[in-house]
């Protein structure tokens, strides 16, 4: 069964930088496109990167030229870098597939942008 587990959140000063980091379980990995997505208090959970299984991304408005999404089809790994972090970016950060007709969400990692 696929899990997926995110880790690298934490606080960061604005204008910083963090690396999130999605380990997969399981034997889809290579097969599918992998998402990241946030959800800030209060508000609807959005959609971050995309990543297809070739490596090609997309990105929401909030994240063009500042977040990059890469894989690692190798080691199941799927990741974030982010830069030039903004206290709107503040959210506890998903990673997510889908495959078979089900949806696979990790367990969030806290992302805290703040001086």
């Known amino acids: 069964q696929t899990q997926l587990v995110e880790s690298g959140g934490g606080l960061v000063q604005p204008g910083g930088s963090l690396r999130l980091s999605c380990a997969a379980s399981?034997?889809?990995?290579?097969?599918?496109?992998m998402d990241w997505y946030r959800q800030a208090p209060g508000k609807q959970r959005e959609l971050v990167a995309t990543?297809?299984?070739?490596?090609?991304?997309n990105y929401g408005d909030s994240a063009e030229g500042r977040f990059t999404a890469s894989r690692d089809n190798a080691n199941n790994t799927v990741y974030l870098q982010m830069n030039s972090l903004k206290p709107e970016d503040t959210a506890i950060y998903y990673c997510?597939?889908?495959?078979?007709?089900?949806?696979?969400w990790g367990q969030g990692t806290q992302v805290t942008v703040s001086s």
């Open positions: 399981g034997n889809i990995f290579s097969r599918v496109a």
């Open positions: 990543i297809a299984t070739n490596g090609n991304t």
């Open positions: 997510h597939t889908y495959s078979a007709w089900r949806h696979y």
